[in-house]
Nanobody, 114 residues
Framework: QVQLVESGGGLVQTGGSLRLSCVAS????????MGWYRQAPGKQRDMVAT???????NYADSVKGRFTISRDNAKNTVHLQMNGLKPEDAAVYYC????????WGQGTQVTVSS
């Protein structure tokens, strides 16, 4: 059974930074994609950033230049460094592991005060 556990959310002022982390445990195949998605109240869940096991990254246009995704394959972890946070970045952030099917973490709240 695969489990994803996120950490690092919280409250930050506009322009501030947060670093999200996610640890995957269980039967993890070496070929996979990990990523972060977010969902604000009343909105759909959207992709923020993804990274393959080979290190290829993909970012939503709204976060390019501000957010950086990284991973440690040996530790099955993925991080999201978020700089220059804006109120519109506030959401519940979910860790995702795509490996034959999607696996999701429980989510971590990010709040940005203006």
């Amino acid at each position: 059974q695969v489990q994803l556990v996120e950490s690092g959310g919280g409250l930050v002022q506009t322009g501030g930074s947060l670093r999200l982390s996610c640890v995957a445990s269980g039967r993890i195949f070496s070929i996979n994609t990990m990523g972060w998605y977010r969902q604000a109240p009343g909105k759909q869940r959207d992709m923020v950033a993804t990274i393959t096991n080979g290190g290829s990254t993909n970012y939503a246009d709204s976060v390019k230049g501000r957010f950086t995704i990284s991973r440690d394959n040996a530790k099955n972890t993925v991080h999201l460094q978020m700089n220059g946070l804006k109120p519109e970045d506030a959401a519940v952030y979910y860790c995702n592991l795509m490996m034959l099917r999607d696996y999701w973490g429980q989510g971590t709240q990010v709040t940005v005060s203006s």
